[in-house]
């Protein structure tokens, strides 16, 4: 029964992540964690972006990159896109062929003076192109026939140049010719890949070296953001390296404090009725997060039994009704919980990754919203119980730090 308690930890404290990185597909992630089971009993308390050497094996031409990288049009787009489109791969490990895929999109208005935005969803795992620009904050929907696109009025792109970039190697299209990788990709790995993403990026697209830089994501990226501003500051300082322009970062309903986040998961059930008042108060009386103990029978089992309260429910909105169901009315958010299902269909289609650059290797294996690996096969322990030291280092170091939150 031990053998479970840091899966559970870690399911419960990740589920402000994997409402926003799952795609709202319909199912309960916490109910899928604590089935699959772990076999580590802690998170690590650390966390340093010193403990990892750069990495300096990404050695491929870059010339021509940015040119073969341009988007012409995507099957199923609108009229009157006004706005140019990148997508390719970057390698950020030539020795084991570990490539990154990034979509780019330029703002329509004065994108040579805009900022530049990254952006990163959480999981870990999960996809930043499907999720983050298909999904949320990128220039396109796609309609429910899963074949045509949308322009999104709400796209970030009207104020900013955003690279939605998947990462680590596994997530959505990029991959790693060294099937070791995937079994490794903890946080060190994908703070080390990404900063060198950006830095072979940036010499594709020179014209963005000295434009001002933040990072934002959601979710686990409560992790990965600062995690890689620590890094790019880190090598800040090196001499001979570039600089890179970092002026803040932004986190939407991020995981950053085990503890808080649990503590916040639990009343948010409690709270909206997804539970009883028993489970709450149980739940509340028999686990200790802060406890570096393996969590006791009696809170594993009150865990079990909020899960199976919950039942299956749309992580984005939980007044949604599911994609499965029959009723024709909407949420009161007016959110669609079929779009996962539109989305996955889309980027499927071999015309549209061709036009994406995407899938170069012509694996038969489909695109997905996260990487559904075993945990005990995945460096998921190279995860400290808080972020907060290094939210605070950061803000210490006049880096502007946005942290924003919404519930439904």
Not at 46 to 71: A, V
Not at 288 to 298: I, K, T
Request: proline content about 6%; some cysteine.
């Amino acid at each position: 029964m031990a053998n479970i308690a840091f899966n559970i930890w870690f399911s419960l404290c990740c589920l402000v992540g994997l409402v926003q990185c799952y795609g709202g597909r319909g199912f309960n992630p916490i109910g899928k964690l604590i089935r699959e089971g772990l076999s580590k009993d802690r998170l690590s308390d650390e966390w340093t972006s010193t403990s990892f050497p750069l990495n300096t094996t990404s050695k491929f031409p870059l010339d021509g990159l940015k040119e073969r990288h341009k988007i012409e049009s995507l099957p199923g787009q609108p009229n009157g896109v006004d706005f140019d489109q990148f997508s390719g791969y970057v390698t950020v490990d030539s020795l084991a062929g570990r490539a990154l895929f990034y979509y780019f999109v330029e703002s329509p208005q004065n994108s040579t003076t805009k900022p530049l935005v990254l952006w990163l969803n959480g999981g870990p795992g999960c996809s930043s192109f499907g999720i983050g620009a298909m999904m949320e904050l990128g220039p396109f929907r796609v309609n429910k026939d899963g074949e045509t696109l949308y322009l999104n009025k709400h796209a970030w792109n009207k104020e900013a140049n955003i690279i939605f970039l998947e990462s680590p190697a596994g997530v959505g299209f990029s991959y790693s010719d060294t099937t070791s990788d995937y079994n490794s990709s903890g946080d060190h790995r994908t703070a080390s890949d990404s900063y060198t993403f950006l830095l072979l990026w940036l010499e594709i697209f020179p014209e963005y070296k000295t434009r001002d830089f933040f990072i934002a994501g959601e979710g686990y990226a409560g992790h990965y953001v600062p995690q890689l501003a620590q890094t790019i500051l880190l090598f800040n300082s090196i001499p001979d390296l570039p600089i890179i322009n970092l002026r803040g970062i932004a986190m939407g309903n991020p995981y950053v404090d085990r503890e808080t986040a649990f503590k916040g998961i639990v009343d948010y059930y409690w709270s909206h009725a997804l539970i009883s008042d028993e489970i709450y108060m149980e739940l509340t009386l028999n686990c200790n997060v802060s406890s570096e103990e393996s969590a006791s029978e009696e809170c594993i089992a009150w865990l079990l039994q909020a899960d199976n309260a919950m039942g299956n429910i749309s992580v984005y909105d939980i007044y949604a009704p599911l994609c499965n169901s029959s009723a024709d009315s909407n949420s009161v958010s007016a959110f669609d919980p079929c779009s996962g299902n539109y989305i996955h269909a889309y980027l499927n289609i071999p015309q549209v990754q061709e036009a994406l650059h995407a899938n170069v290797t012509g694996l038969p294996s489909p695109w997905e919203f996260c990487r559904q690996c075993h945990p005990t096969k995945c460096n998921i322990y190279d995860s400290p119980a808080t972020m907060l030291p290094s939210i605070q280092e950061l803000m210490s170091r006049g880096i502007q730090v946005w942290i924003y939150r919404q519930g439904i």
